[in-house]
């Protein structure tokens, strides 16, 4: 009796909780001269790095981890409507990354950098720790593989077969042919964050992060 074959695609998807938040955001000025321009920014970006090393420790949070760019300074010549050169501009920045892993702590420095002159709070990327993304990842290519085991049984039972075996297990497209709909072709699980919006926006809100994996699977069916 020869044997049948059946290539399925396993997939599986789950949300999990965030546990680091990293915020990032900006302290910047701009006026007619250079040397007030950088001290402004100097001063503020001293005020927020005092109240960073207050929070931070690396394991009791709430800040684990942060880091801030050297001040950037930099001039601009604009132009009136009439076509005419205006004297220059001078613009100053410092960039700062901040990661936390208490979310109502987060909001609440938030709230006291957000009135400072000058900061602006760019955007919120949630996350899970790495330990927690390992065991995510395993647990989500395991459910994957038994999807592609269950499918590949109904198969078998919808002509007539009543067991299967396992052949051969790959990342998408590994098995030579293209089995699924899958756009990004990659062989990594996809950690994405659930958002209920179009546009991005400053969110203080903990967004869902959606882990999902993908296998394609090849078996005989007897």
């Known amino acids: 009796m020869t044997d049948t074959i059946i290539t399925v695609q396993g997939s599986f998807s ?20 250079r040397e007030p321009v950088f001290s ?3 001063a503020v970006s001293s005020t927020v790095r005092s109240l960073l090393i207050e929070r931070h420790s690396p394991a009791a949070g709430p800040v684990t981890w942060w880091s801030s760019e050297s001040i950037q300074v930099w001039s601009s010549k604009p132009w009136s409507q009439d076509g005419v050169q205006l ?19 987060m909001a609440q420095w938030i709230e006291v950098v957000a009135v400072l002159d000058g900061l602006t709070v760019g ?12 065991a995510v990842i395993a647990e989500v290519r395991s459910r994957a593989v038994k999807d592609a085991v269950a499918k590949a049984s109904v ?18 497209g590994m098995l030579g042919e293209r089995i699924g709909a899958s756009d990004d072709g990659g062989s990594h699980p996809a950690l994405r964050m659930m958002s209920a919006g179009s546009a991005p926006e400053l969110s203080l809100t903990p967004e869902d992060i959606e882990v999902d994996a993908v296998v394609d699977a090849r078996f005989v069916a007897s």
Do not use: C, M, N
């Open 14 to 33: 789950s949300f999990y909780p965030p546990e680091r938040a990293t915020v990032q955001l900006s302290v910047g000025f701009e006026g007619a001269g």
């Open 40 to 42: 402004e920014t100097l």
């Open 87 to 105: 004297p220059p501009v001078f613009h100053s920045r410092v960039g700062f990354s901040v990661k936390f892993s208490d979310f109502i702590a």
């Open 123 to 134: 955007s919120i990327t949630w996350a899970l720790t790495e330990a927690r993304k390992t």
């Open 155 to 172: 198969y078998a039972q919808g002509i007539g077969l009543g067991s299967v075996r396992a052949v051969a297990l790959a990342d998408p």
